[in-house]
């Protein structure tokens, strides 16, 4: 049995909606993201950093969400993915991977405006910043209906993920095409399943987190 370990709102997210995409059964472990659950010994045994998502698959655990969909795409869901030698194999690793710089200016928000409870700890210029960052990194995003002209794939769900988080610091409908973009993504069966199985949110309670003077 496949065993996804999982945190509401958290980059796990992909993982599972995948998991859904493909439609395979999966047991879903869920863990807390501000009760040091991700921290104890057991859990550091099986993610070193103490993040998740962590897959339980093929007799091993996979930590990194990037190489877990390359792996469920290569011997689960070759559909969603994009084989060596196929036309669009070098954009098809390209989104995938872009969801990762994205990701790490969400990461970065996410910590100045909710991990650190402190206004004294935060940083303006950082948050105003990172925004503005994020926000020119996601015009980027702006398919005619998916990443790739070959149809829905791994990479919709990588990116995807990183445009459901992103709006609560950055406005879509200010970049052309990307709340369509996200309108589609969010009408998926798929998307919608992981959705009900996600939980309650634990990390973004509010709808919109709006950077100082904003």
């Known amino acids: 049995m496949i065993r996804l370990h999982h945190c509401p709102q958290a980059r796990s997210f992909r993982t599972l909606w995948l998991l859904h995409e493909i439609g395979i059964p999966f047991k879903l472990v869920r863990h807390g993201f501000f009760d040091k659950s991700l921290r104890t010994p057991e859990y550091l045994a099986i993610s070193p950093a103490g993040r998740v998502p962590a897959l339980e698959i093929d007799g091993r655990t996979m930590f990194e969400s990037g190489a877990i969909a390359e792996w469920l795409c290569e011997t689960r869901a070759p559909h969603l993915g994009r084989a060596p030698g196929a036309d669009d194999r070098a954009d098809y690793l390209e989104w995938l991977h872009y969801a990762e710089t994205l990701g790490s200016m969400i ?47 791994a990479a919709d769900v990588a990116v995807g993920y990183a445009v459901e988080i992103a709006r609560r610091f950055v406005p879509l409908g200010d970049i052309p095409g990307l709340a369509a973009y996200h309108e589609r993504l969010t009408a998926r069966p798929a998307f919608r399943a992981a959705m009900e199985q996600d939980g309650p949110p634990e990390i973004y309670t509010r709808d919109f987190y709006a950077p100082p003077g904003g």
Do not use: C, Y
């Open 107 to 153: 990461a970065n928000l996410t910590q100045q405006h909710i991990v650190l409870r402190e206004d004294w700890m935060r940083s303006p210029t950082v948050m105003k910043l990172e925004a503005k960052r994020l926000a020119l990194a996601l015009r980027a995003v702006a398919p005619v209906e998916w990443l790739l002209p070959s149809g829905f794939s």
